[in-house]
């Protein structure tokens, strides 16, 4: 159980809001901690790790999993606790703050984070400089305006699927980063190849399946994704699914 304050709320309750106020924090982590922070909020809504473990090239969808498979049979009830004690260590006192008389909207907000602002791992690039940075910087960024601004000015739409050093596509980036406006820009604006394979055969679909982004899942299904695609393992997205309401998108 955790207090405001005001009440004595129950723990999901509790942990519900500490997932909420974790968005203001997310912008001053370091990767550490957010992969604890990712890895008890897996545990926590999902239990136990039972996920294949995603391909060596997948470098954030790798860091996740073995964080998350570090907590082993760990319990969702310690999880929670766990998820709530960090992020009071992180900022001391923010229960007290924690107003019960927010807006609907905030409330609900709660429940619409999901996971996946902490499993972005935003802070993890190296620092690059604005006039530095590539289409594929702005990608990984999810700056959609961006990466539009730069089709305009360099041969972007003609390298629209060029695969990077890490063997990987703009359209595997955005899925893998969960950004859905991006993907529609790459998609729509700049008529991206949504099959194009990475350099192991993997599609975006792939990276969104094994990432938990069900936006973007539903996304690459309404334009043009194939499920069947294996990749050079054999793998369909649906094998690397990483929750029952993929896995179910996928079966369709």
Partial sequence: MADTG??????????ERAANHMKTLVGQLGNDKLLELYAYY???KEGSCCIPRPHWFELTAKQKWEAWKELGNMDQETAMKNYISSVSALDPGWELRYSKEQTEDKENAVHNIGWVSVSCLPNTD??????????????KEGNIDKVLELAQKQTVFAAVDDL?????GLIHWAADRGSLSVCRGLL?????????????????LHYASSCGH???????????????ITDSEGSL????ASDAEIEHILKL
Avoid: H
């Fill in 6 to 15: 005001e009440n004595t709320v129950s723990l999901t309750e509790a942990f």
């Fill in 214 to 228: 069900i936006d973007i899942v539903k996304y690459l299904l309404e334009n043009g994704a194939d499920k069947n």
């Fill in 42 to 44: 897996k545990q926590a």
């Fill in 237 to 240: 997205p649906l094998d690397v």
């Fill in 164 to 168: 990077d050093d890490c063997g990987m």
């Fill in 188 to 204: 729509e604006r700049l008529k991206a190849n949504v099959n194009l394979q990475d350099g192991d055969g993997q599609t975006a």
């Fill in 126 to 139: 190296d620092y690059i400089a604005d006039d530095d940075k590539t289409v594929f910087d702005w990608v």
